[in-house]
């Protein structure tokens, strides 16, 4: 199986998207999305940008390589009565089901930054949209001190090294990065922009419970603690992620989680 399809389907990611939805669709109401618009969100999971999109009146489709989040999504779709949304599976470094110029704007918001060869992945995106249409990235930051970041951070460091040849999803948090493989994929460095942006988890309960969302469904997570685990160091990267999680939280309030994460948001127009 493709390893980044594994990682995806091994957990449950609709257990964090679920402390997402508000970020989410502020974020959405920030792109100016119009009724009859083509909208592509590309690493979609359950739709946490793209049910908001399709309730703007767009005609949205998200593109997910997880089989189980496709199918939460379209679940969604369908009770939500959106006709106009649907979920497919396909891997943001070949879109071959999709055709050239084929929607306004390409959305994704921590989704595409996971899948390998990223400079096939910007040339995907910029295949898929039309001429002075628009993509919109929200990738989380390598180093960065908030959430997202670190629970990677520590991730990787009780997990085995990674195979010769890859590529750090976080690197799409690097405006240099951004800026190099959208330049190769035909756009002027002028077309590219890219800030700081804030995305923020919201949860309902204590810090400590919405980790456990992470160690059990949050795929990145669970191989950690598996490895870990093997090693005997499951109880140090559990208290390790509990005082992230524990000094994360800017809710005021030990029983409720309200986190916010900086990520950067890439923002290009396709010529």
């Given at each position: ?56 009146g767009a005609d949205v489709t998200g593109v997910d390589i997880a089989a189980n989040l496709v199918a939460a999504g379209n679940v969604r779709a369908a009770a939500a009565g959106l006709a106009n949304l649907k979920f497919e599976e396909g ?65 990787a460091a009780y997990t085995p090294p990674p195979p010769e040849g890859f590529v750090s999803p976080v690197t799409w948090g690097q405006e240099a990065h951004v800026v190099e493989r959208f330049t190769a994929a035909g756009v002027s460095p ?82």
């Amino acid at each position: 199986m493709n390893p980044n399809k594994a990682l995806w389907e091994k957990g449950d990611f609709t257990q964090i998207a679920d402390c997402m939805r508000e970020s989410g669709s502020d974020l959405v109401d920030s792109l100016g999305i119009n009724p009859g618009m083509r909208v592509l969100d590309l690493g979609c999971g359950d739709g946490t940008t793209a049910l908001p999109a399709a309730q703007k009146g767009a005609d949205v489709t998200g593109v997910d390589i997880a089989a189980n989040l496709v199918a939460a999504g379209n679940v969604r779709a369908a009770a939500a009565g959106l006709a106009n949304l649907k979920f497919e599976e396909g891997d943001a470094s070949n879109l071959e089901n999709i055709a050239d110029d084929a929607f306004d704007l390409v959305v994704s918001i921590f989704g595409a930054m996971f899948a390998p060869r990223p400079f096939d992945v910007a040339r995907e995106m910029v295949r898929v949209t039309k001429p002075g249409g628009r993509i919109v990235m929200g990738n989380w930051i390598p180093g960065d001190p908030t959430l997202v970041a670190q629970v990677l951070k520590i991730s990787a460091a009780y997990t085995p090294p990674p195979p010769e040849g890859f590529v750090s999803p976080v690197t799409w948090g690097q405006e240099a990065h951004v800026v190099e493989r959208f330049t190769a994929a035909g756009v002027s460095p002028d077309n590219v922009s890219c800030r700081p942006d804030t995305y923020t988890f919201r949860y309902d309960g204590p810090p400590s419970e919405f980790l456990a969302r992470f160690r059990h469904w949050y795929g990145p997570t669970m191989n950690a603690f598996e490895a870990a685990a093997k090693e005997g160091r499951a109880d140090a990267l559990q208290a390790e992620l509990e005082a992230l999680f524990n000094a994360q939280n800017a809710s005021g309030n030990a029983e409720t989680t309200v986190i916010p994460a900086t990520c950067l948001r890439v923002e290009v127009t396709v010529p």
